[in-house]
T-cell receptor, first 112, second 110 residues
């Protein structure tokens, strides 16, 4: 069964902290994505990766970085968390050249 | 013009009725179209995809695509309260990027 897992379902951090969100997929997918989802704004792409050690900026990369050292794992890093980064973060993956994506359960991050 | 547009809703239908969800897109070269269902507090899950003009049926769900009109829709027959969710339309564009619409909230009233 297809599976994308995320390290935490809920996370509370303080302003200025460094935050790591991890995503693991067991489907041998080449592509992995990080989105944030906010009411009224829909899904917005932060970063994606189409191969190990490769990364591409999405629509809203400011304040975020990513790391993909292994094919199955894609990490999102908030270098210095701010309150406007309070959001639901969703990881997704798919095979190269496929449009349909499989999503993880999401991490609801609150920055105080 | 936004790349993928949907009516935000909420769309309310009585149980047993047909729910019709609509989506328009701006990139005429788009080739692949997807519908995701997202329950409150959960992540999106793929329920339908369509590549060719016309209808594609899967159980109570029918996806309809009209590339000339740049329009894709999702029909849910015999709507059930368990269909109450937000439905996201996604389009794979000609420049190989998947764009999600803002979603339509559907409420099926028992």
């Amino acid at each position: 069964d297809v599976k994308v897992t995320q390290s935490s379902r809920y996370l509370v951090k303080r302003t200025g902290e460094k935050v790591f969100l991890e995503c693991v997929q067991d489907m041998d997918h080449e592509n992995m994505f990080w989105y944030r989802q906010d009411p009224g704004l829909g899904l917005r792409l932060i970063y994606f990766s189409y191969d190990v050690k490769m990364k591409e900026k999405g629509d809203i990369p400011e304040g975020y970085s990513v790391s993909r050292e292994k094919k199955e794992r894609f990490s999102l890093i908030l270098e210095s968390a701010s309150t406007n980064q309070t959001s639901m973060y969703l990881c997704a993956s798919n095979l190269r050249d496929r449009g349909s994506q499989f999503f993880g359960p999401g991490t609801r991050l609150t920055v105080l | 013009q936004k790349e993928v547009e949907q009516n935000s809703g909420p769309l309310s239908v009585p149980e047993g009725a047909i729910a019709s969800l609509n989506c328009t897109y701006s990139d005429r070269g788009s080739q692949s179209f997807f519908w995701y269902r997202q329950y409150s507090g959960k992540s999106p899950e793929l329920i339908m995809f369509i590549y060719s003009n016309g209808d594609k049926e899967d159980g109570r769900f029918t996806a309809q695509l009209n590339k000339a009109s740049q329009y894709v829709s999702l029909l849910i027959r015999d709507s059930q309260p368990s269909d109450s969710a937000t439905y996201l339309c996604a389009v794979k564009t000609s420049y190989d990027k998947v764009i999600f619409g803002p979603g339509t909230s559907l409420s099926v009233i028992p």
